[in-house]
């Protein structure tokens, strides 16, 4: 349709994504690709819900990032907004997931709470099924589009691990004494950190040929983390640099 802009298609979610240095001139081409999808929404009478549309500005940085002119969607001006949720994954502006990573987390514990008679010390289930039960049921809701947010900081990384550590202490109830890496080698469940970055390998290495807009976003990403090092690193001259 348009060399600039790119749609995404879900359902009846529709995403339309560009990238340029300057905001107003992203959100310029969106309105041009909007108005053409626009003709085509008329002539086989399909409605946009402006009050379900949303626009938002990914970048790190604190200029040319605004846009000077509102989103128009039939007639109703569409602000810019600093999250947006996409097929139940939260974005904000700053990719940094904290969001989402908190709203995972409270999304496990209330999982936890529904399946506490079958997770209860007391329980009928033995400690294998309950370990089968959270990696079947329970960790997927905290792992969920973990191969995007996995390269983000460790601190937020040990957000995640502390709530598979108390599932953990819950199934087995040790004794305070035991360490948190004897209970992951006594259960044999991985690391998060472990288990996040294999899924990740795989589908940045695997997974994204099967996607036209998984192939567009990670064409230059790999499952490897970023690691900060003095600028001057970064030079071609320095094999080993990351951008």
Request: hydrophobic share 35%; aromatic share 12%.
């Amino acid at each position: 349709m348009l060399r600039t802009t790119k749609t995404a298609l879900y359902a009846d979610d529709i995403a339309l994504y560009t990238s340029s240095f300057h905001a107003q001139a992203a959100k310029f081409r969106i309105a041009h690709h909007l108005s053409l999808m626009t003709t085509y929404f008329d002539k086989w009478k399909l409605k946009v819900n402006p009050m379900k549309t949303e626009l938002i500005v990914f970048s790190r940085k604190s200029s040319n990032n605004q846009i000077l002119s509102p989103l128009m969607v039939q007639n109703t001006p569409i602000m810019l907004v600093k999250e947006v949720k996409y097929l139940g994954f939260r974005l904000d502006a700053r990719l940094s997931f904290k969001s989402h990573i908190a709203n995972t987390v409270q999304k496990t514990a209330m999982a936890q709470r529904r399946l506490y008679f079958l997770l209860a010390p007391n329980s009928f289930l033995s400690p294998q099924n309950k370990l089968l039960l959270y990696t079947s049921t329970i960790r997927p809701i905290l792992t969920y589009g973990s191969p995007i947010w996995h390269s983000v900081s460790d601190f937020t990384r040990r957000r995640v691990q502390r709530t598979q550590n108390r599932f953990l202490r819950g199934v087995l109830s040790p004794d305070r004494c035991t360490t948190n890496t004897e209970l992951h080698e006594a259960t044999g469940v991985p690391h998060i950190a472990d288990y996040i970055d294999n899924i990740s390998e795989k589908f940045y290495h695997s997974g994204v040929q099967g996607s036209v807009l998984t192939r567009d976003l990670t064409q230059i990403r790999t499952y490897d983390r970023p690691t900060h090092c003095p600028l001057y690193k970064r030079l071609p001259m320095f094999p080993f640099s990351h951008f």
